[in-house]
């Protein structure tokens, strides 16, 4: 079994508050985090991924997709979701990733694994795949578009969700997806657009999955989304350890802190946070599946058994 690889890096001289923040109140209705990474160690006291889902469960979030951006955390993350049963897993290489793959010579091999992973039970989404061209120069975006691609027809070669990562391209993720079709179900991760993106979305049927940022006060451009955004294609996420929620924005993330998020929508949308949550729920079943469609290999505990 693979052990998670990834510590979060932070600069040496930062001196925020890295502690995990408080439990919120329950949700009196469960939601799922659709996009999460709880292979990445965070905070001062890095929490083993089981004691992050239990401190979900006990403010009512159901489950998590526990998303890969490379060989190694894809794997970890296929292997644990099919011994964990509040965990399914989505596989990709990011596309940050795919050119630093190209000029080792080494992209379609990962390309090759992470259509190996697209099998397995548990497994229900490719991403989180797509276009960045805020990290990567214009010599590696021929790479970023062949990798997104080869994601999208496994997608739909395997009849799973896809996951998209959209940073500083919607444009040009919007034409890749028309031009070679997009899976049946696809879903915006961390929507970082304006209404007008939303209203592309809404006709097209892909669903948008807000996270933290929806929360942070110069964040109208989301806001201004959710307005004309059907409450159909809504899903919700952490992408934790990154973009805690209001008010503690700068820790640590995790699922558990799916309330502030679900409860800050809400008051958006001027809805009740139940009717909300029961809405979103439905919608993550739609697009994953259920949690225990099938069966996990083996029991997750004792603790000793499975991955650290």
């Not at 820790?251 to 809400?266: D, F, Q, V």
């Not at 949308?269 to 099938?294: C, F, K, R």
Request: hydrophobic share 40%.
């Amino acid at each position: 079994m693979t052990d998670p690889v990834h510590v979060r890096t932070r600069d040496a001289g930062e001196r925020r508050d890295r502690s995990y923040p408080p439990l919120p109140e329950s949700l009196a209705v469960g939601v799922y985090d659709n996009h999460t990474h709880l292979e990445i160690a965070d905070g001062d006291v890095a929490l083993d991924y089981r004691e992050q889902l239990d401190r979900a469960s006990s403010v009512g979030v159901r489950g998590v997709v526990q998303v890969g951006t490379d060989v190694a955390t894809s794997i970890w993350s296929a292997e644990t979701a099919a011994i964990e049963p509040r965990m399914l897993a989505a596989v990709a290489i990011h596309p940050n990733e795919a050119p630093v793959l190209e000029r080792a010579g080494t992209l379609d091999d990962a390309l090759a694994t992470i259509a190996e992973l697209a099998t397995r039970p548990r497994v229900r989404a490719i991403g989180e795949t797509g276009l960045d061209f805020y990290r990567t120069a214009d010599d590696g975006r021929a790479a970023q578009y062949a990798s997104f691609e080869a994601h999208i027809q496994m997608a739909k070669d395997n009849d799973l969700a896809l996951q998209i990562h959209d940073r500083d391209a919607h444009a040009e993720v919007i034409a890749t997806l028309k031009r070679v079709g997009a899976p049946e179900r696809t879903v915006f991760h961390c929507f970082s657009g304006d209404r007008e993106l939303a209203e592309i979305c809404t006709e097209n049927g892909w669903h948008m999955s807000f996270a933290g940022t929806a929360t942070f006060k110069n964040a109208a451009n989301l806001r201004d989304a959710l307005e004309v955004a059907p409450r159909s294609l809504l899903l919700i996420e952490t992408d934790a350890p990154y973009l805690t929620p209001m008010p503690y924005r700068g820790r640590p993330n995790a699922p558990y802190l799916i309330p502030h998020t679900l409860r800050s929508i809400a008051e958006t949308l001027g809805t009740d946070p139940s009717m909300l949550a029961a809405q979103i729920s439905s919608n993550t079943e739609y697009v994953y599946g259920h949690w225990d469609d099938e069966p996990v290999v083996s029991p997750p505990h004792p603790y000793e058994d499975v991955p650290a």
